[in-house]
């Protein structure tokens, strides 16, 4: 079977991206491969970055599939990074959520989410696994979620801007949302992977289409918006 390397770049979470990486694994079936998963948020250090990935990709024993995802906020140098992946021809999946307003529910609920785990486990989990019970209606915190909106718009320009001149294939969440498994297997095909197997969705979808269903104060959310500056982005609530 043929080998491929690639990077999963992200804005920064709850846009699918473990969904996609899982699916991915399973698609190409019992093959050796190295993953690595966000290790950029401990090593952030730009040469230290740049160093780990030329070696990551470049090491000549490397078995056939050979992929990392990080976000975009974790980069030290984009520029730096952008023209190694370019140098390298290591093919680039970007992967993003348009709607903001649901990145950031998403993010809130699943701060509750790993703090309730945490209570029940021992263990912060913060994506529900396929079968498990997820967060159930909760109320989030109105100013904290303007907070977050603005953080993750500018991680979502960030990845926008962050465009090496190497393979890239653009992704959005409600193409994952649709079926997981598809994207996988048309992701493998652009990588030049051979699908072995049907992947299996690891991760169930946490937060409800509906947002009313899961934040019973949703009106306190819209109120707090329409005093931000993103105020023009309250339509997203109710797609």
Same mark, same amino acid.
């Given at each position: 079977?043929?080998?491929?390397?690639?990077?999963?770049?992200?804005?920064?979470?709850?846009?699918?991206?473990?969904?996609?990486?899982?699916?991915?694994?399973?698609?190409?079936?019992?093959?050796?491969?190295?993953?690595?998963?966000?290790?950029?948020?401990?090593?952030?250090?730009?040469?230290?970055?740049?160093?780990?990935?030329?070696?990551?990709?470049?090491?000549?024993?490397?078995?056939?599939?050979?992929?990392?995802?990080? #976000? /975009? +906020?974790?980069? &030290?140098?984009?520029?730096?990074?952008?023209? *190694?992946? %370019? @140098?390298?021809?290591?093919? $680039?999946?970007?992967?993003?959520?348009? #709607? /903001? +307003?649901?990145? &950031?529910?998403?993010?809130?609920?699943?701060? *509750?989410? %790993? @703090?309730?785990?945490?209570? $029940?486990?021992?263990?912060?989990?913060?994506?529900?696994?396929?079968?498990?019970?997820?967060?159930?209606?909760?109320? *989030?915190?109105? @100013?904290?979620?303007?907070?977050?909106?603005?953080?993750?718009?500018?991680?979502?320009?960030?990845?926008?801007?962050?465009?090496?001149?190497?393979?890239?294939?653009?992704?959005?969440?409600?193409?994952?949302?649709?079926?997981?498994?598809?994207?996988?297997?048309?992701?493998?095909?652009?990588?030049?992977?051979?699908?072995?197997?049907?992947?299996?969705?690891?991760?169930?979808?946490?937060?409800?289409?509906?947002?009313?269903?899961?934040?019973?104060?949703?009106?306190?959310?819209?109120?707090?918006?329409?005093?931000?500056?993103?105020?023009?982005?309250?339509?997203?609530?109710?797609?």
């Amino acid at each position: 079977m043929a080998g491929a390397s690639f990077l999963i770049m992200m804005p920064w979470g709850r846009v699918g991206s473990n969904l996609l990486f899982n699916s991915i694994g399973q698609a190409v079936g019992p093959i050796a491969r190295k993953l690595a998963n966000e290790n950029f948020n401990r090593l952030r250090d730009a040469d230290a970055q740049l160093a780990w990935a030329r070696e990551f990709y470049t090491t000549p024993d490397n078995p056939p599939l050979v992929a990392c995802k990080q #976000n /975009i +906020l974790s980069i &030290a140098d984009p520029g730096k990074l952008s023209d *190694l992946l %370019a @140098e390298l021809a290591v093919p $680039l999946i970007r992967i993003r959520r348009e #709607n /903001i +307003l649901k990145v &950031a529910v998403s993010q809130l609920r699943a701060e *509750l989410y %790993a @703090e309730q785990s945490l209570a $029940l486990t021992g263990v912060r989990v913060w994506g529900v696994r396929s079968g498990r019970e997820p967060l159930g209606p909760a109320s *989030l915190d109105p @100013e904290r979620f303007v907070q977050v909106a603005v953080h993750a718009r500018r991680a979502d320009e960030m990845l926008a801007a962050f465009s090496p001149a190497t393979r890239t294939l653009d992704i959005e969440y409600g193409q994952l949302r649709e079926g997981g498994d598809d994207v996988a297997e048309r992701v493998c095909d652009w990588l030049g992977l051979e699908v072995a197997k049907k992947a299996r969705p690891a991760f169930a979808k946490a937060t409800p289409d509906d947002l009313a269903i899961a934040v019973p104060n949703l009106a306190d959310l819209r109120q707090a918006l329409a005093r931000s500056p993103l105020a023009e982005l309250d339509a997203m609530f109710d797609e």
